[in-house]
């Protein structure tokens, strides 16, 4: 299966695992990740305003392209993929936006979301199927204590994101166990870790991610995993005892690609 | 509220598309808030300054510039008010204003190491300037 995939600025520099990992798993997983030609820069974070549609623009052209080529989107992302749903879901839902974005770009066909967004994570649970990554398994992750970090962007707003429980997701933990390794749940797994903050303000981005990182310490976790690269940054700068790692490079142990890369 | 001020109430309500009068007032936005001890007005006092066209003290308050956007007030609200998208629309009357930006070109480079991402910059930028 071939589907359209936005990387995102940051995949392709700070947060190359991300992308290298997250694209070697799917040809094992049978899905096959194909770039989106010219895609721009989603701008980090969607704007809730209701009279902004230059903001928008970017995320619309990547859903277009997947749209002509009649494919789902993925992103792996948190932010990018945050962005992406809410101007998709603005698309759809907001017809003052959608008239001016579509004046704007002056499609043959007017852009009105149509296209299935998906995170990877949600490709995977939803198309794949968690029991198909078992069977891919080959270095089983046993006896790793494995914290998942949702942060912020992946589950919120749930009206939009729809992507698990808001407040007691599972979705990470159920890929933690596929690939033999055990969940830790612990209480600031949803909790933001400070954000973009970190630009003007670090010591506060600093005692959010300090919170997260105790809470998970305290809970056992070896390792964290995460699919935001600022979320990242921010609790490996802010001194996390536990590392942190992208999802996507826990996959890639358990499916035996790491060490390809 | 003389006529100048009732128009910037109206074009914030507007822009955020939240109706302040649906808040029972019960302040479980303004506790969940992981800025809440770095903001001088909490969201749920943005909820009710906006309500009473209180304008001018939010939109010269730092805290228009600690709101993470990480939605935790509009997912917990028991009345589906959307704190976060009031505090967006005030700092967006603020920084869409010439001269206003929040965030300078010539602020990054002092601020950035080898490891920063790309992310974060791009966010700033588009939460703090114009």
Redesign the interface.
């Known amino acids: 299966m071939k589907v359209s995939y936005f990387p995102g600025c940051t995949l392709k520099t700070h947060a190359k695992d991300l992308d290298t990992y997250a694209r070697k798993c799917a040809e094992i997983l049978g899905i096959t990740l194909e770039e989106i030609e010219e895609w721009q820069c989603c701008g980090g974070a969607f704007t809730t305003a209701k009279n902004e549609s230059a903001t928008k623009l970017s995320s619309v052209r990547a859903l277009k392209a997947a749209k002509d080529k009649g494919q789902a989107l993925v992103t792996v992302c948190s932010a990018c993929h945050n962005v992406i749903k809410q101007t998709n879901y603005t698309m759809a839902t907001d017809a003052e936006v959608r008239m001016k974005v579509n004046n704007y770009m002056a499609p043959e066909e007017p852009y009105a979301g149509e296209t299935q967004v998906y995170h990877y994570l949600e490709l995977i649970r939803d198309v794949v199927g968690f029991d198909k990554v078992r069977e891919k398994v080959v270095n089983p992750l046993k006896g790793q204590k494995i914290g998942a970090y949702y942060g912020c962007l992946l589950l919120r707003p749930n009206s939009v994101m729809k992507m698990d429980d808001p407040e007691n997701p599972q979705i990470i933990e159920d890929l933690i166990r596929a690939l033999g390794a055990t969940p830790v749940v612990y209480p600031y797994r949803n909790e933001c870790c400070g954000g973009y903050t970190v630009i003007e303000d670090p010591e506060f981005a600093g005692r959010k991610s300090k919170i997260i990182t105790e809470s998970a310490k305290g809970h056992g976790v070896d390792r964290l995993v995460t699919a935001c690269p600022l979320c990242k940054y921010n609790l490996v700068k802010n001194g996390s005892e536990v590392p942190v790692v992208y999802f996507t490079e826990l996959m890639a142990e358990a499916l035996g690609v790491k060490e390809m890369a | 509220m003389d006529n100048k001020n009732s128009n910037l109430q109206a074009e914030i309500v507007?822009?955020?598309?939240v109706n302040p009068r649906k808040c029972m007032r019960c302040g479980k936005c303004s506790a969940t808030c992981?800025?809440y001890d770095?903001m001088e007005y909490h969201p749920h006092q943005f909820v009710y300054m906006v309500e009473n066209g209180e304008l001018e003290p939010l939109m010269k308050s730092k805290s228009i510039?600690?709101c993470?956007?990480?939605?935790?007030c509009?997912?917990r609200c028991p009345r589906g008010v959307e704190p976060?998208?009031l505090v967006?629309?005030v700092r967006?009357a603020v920084i869409r204003q010439q001269g206003k930006n929040h965030?300078k070109p010539e602020d990054?480079p002092p601020?950035v190491d080898e490891?920063?991402?790309?992310?974060?910059?791009?966010?700033?930028f588009?939460?703090?300037a114009k």
């Open positions: 507007r822009m955020s598309g992981p800025a770095e510039y600690k993470l956007t990480c939605f935790a509009v997912d976060a998208k967006e629309a967006l965030l990054i601020i490891d920063l991402p790309q992310q974060a910059i791009v966010t700033a588009r939460k703090y």
